[in-house]
């Protein structure tokens, strides 16, 4: 079974705060996004990478950078934490191979609490 | 640009009832269709999918068609289980890099 893990379920930082979410996924996979859930928002993309040192902005990167220095790990980075960023984070991937299906596989997610 | 928009929820349900959560889409070109899944406390799974007209994805008894006439892919299940009680994010595969374009989500609550 493949496998996406995220560093942690809860975390609560401060505001200005630099803030890691890391994610491993254990499937070679070349893909790895990372998305916001929000209520009523549903997904939003803030960034994906599809090889190692590559990176592409989704739809909402402000705020935000990655780093995708080895194949399996995909870390996000919050800048300067705000309040507006409290929000659940889920990491994913998807196999170069496996593109018509778009399954791409999530971790459990991480619930960020700004203060 | 894409998008995708899903019937608000909550949606409350008596077990073994019949569930349908509406789903249409917008999109340039022939997008591939998707409903996943997100059970309390986990990542989303992918449920079902479709890749072009006309096709029906189905798993686990839930079941939706790709209808380009009405931009739709709405998600049925003929009776719902207890089990069944998650959110259901409806979603479309559009442009380059596989990126997914999700719906809002619907969350179903299935009572004894």
């Known amino acids: 079974d493949v496998k996406v893990t995220q560093s942690s379920r809860y975390l609560v930082k401060r505001t200005g705060e630099k803030v890691f979410l890391e994610c491993v996924q254990d499937m070679d996979h070349e893909n790895m996004f990372w998305y916001r859930q929000d209520p009523g928002l549903g997904l939003r993309l803030i960034y994906f990478s599809y090889d190692v040192k590559m990176k592409e902005k989704g739809d909402i990167p402000e705020g935000y950078s990655v780093s995708r220095e080895k194949k399996e790990r995909f870390s996000l980075i919050l800048e300067s934490a705000s309040t507006n960023q409290t929000s659940m984070y889920l990491c994913?991937?998807?196999?170069?191979?496996?593109?018509?299906?778009?399954?791409?596989?999530f971790g459990p997610g991480t619930r960020l609490t700004v203060t | 640009g894409d998008s995708v928009t899903q019937m608000e929820g909550p949606v409350t349900l008596s077990e073994e009832a019949f569930l349908t959560i509406n789903c249409t889409y917008t999109a340039t070109g022939y997008p591939s269709l998707f409903w996943y899944v997100q059970y309390p406390g986990e990542g989303l799974q992918l449920l079902l999918k479709?890749?072009?007209?006309?096709d029906k994805g189905s798993n686990k008894g839930f079941e939706a068609t790709y209808r380009k006439e009405t931009t739709s892919f709405h998600l049925e299940k003929g009776s719902v289980q207890v089990s069944d009680s998650a959110v259901y994010f409806c979603?479309?595969?559009?442009?380059?890099?596989?990126?997914?374009?999700f719906g809002a989500g619907t969350r179903l609550a299935v009572h004894p």
């Open positions: 479709a890749t072009k007209a006309d």
């Open positions: 979603a479309l595969a559009s442009g380059g890099y596989n990126k997914l374009i």
């Open positions: 994913a991937s998807l196999s170069g191979s496996d593109l018509l299906s778009y399954e791409q596989y």
